[in-house]
């Protein structure tokens, strides 16, 4: 399958990896499948051979934007609402069916809240046109779902999680990640009460 994308990437591999040929050749034609040019170079020549390589820092904002959420019914008032779609600006509607085995879960038993909604909603494209649009949409949702949500706004984190799932996270963050290594999109700041934790 070719999708006729004019992509190059390099491939760096030391020597203590026990990748050997027959892995390579492999990568090679699953490159070639989607149409892609994969350079294979020896260790240590990557950055002569891949001078063309933006030398900037990779930043993870930008467009498409993206939001998201948990919605339980679809009402007469959701549809008004979602006539945003007509006007052609908005790249990717997208209404999921969600419920069924995922409701069998408790939605405070995991970090994936609001278990109970029926229907999961992600609508993405310009970031003017999404923004107008998701004005009119998210007061029909019950918060936000964290895997297509874009916005960097601060009160994006409470409306991903419940209170006690949201403390329970905190917590975790301050054992596992206290320094915030981890530290983009929905990252948690530290519970304030555990030894190295940082204000929440």
Known sequence: MNYGHALRFGLHLPSDTGCGPDRLAEMVHRAEQWGLDLLVVP???ADDDMDNASDDPPVSHGEPVSHSGP???????FAAAARVIRSGAIGWFQLRSV???VADVPSDATACARRDANFSLVVMGGADEVDRAWVRLSPFLDG???SFESSLRPERIAAAWHPRTLSRLRELKSVYDPECVFGDNFALTPAANHPGG???
Do not use: N
Request: charge should be positive; charged fraction near 5%.
């Open 43 to 45: 260790a240590g020549t």
């Open 71 to 77: 919605l339980r019914h679809v009402t007469p008032q």
């Open 99 to 101: 419920g069924s085995a």
């Open 144 to 146: 936000l779902c964290i």
């Open 198 to 200: 940082g204000t929440p």
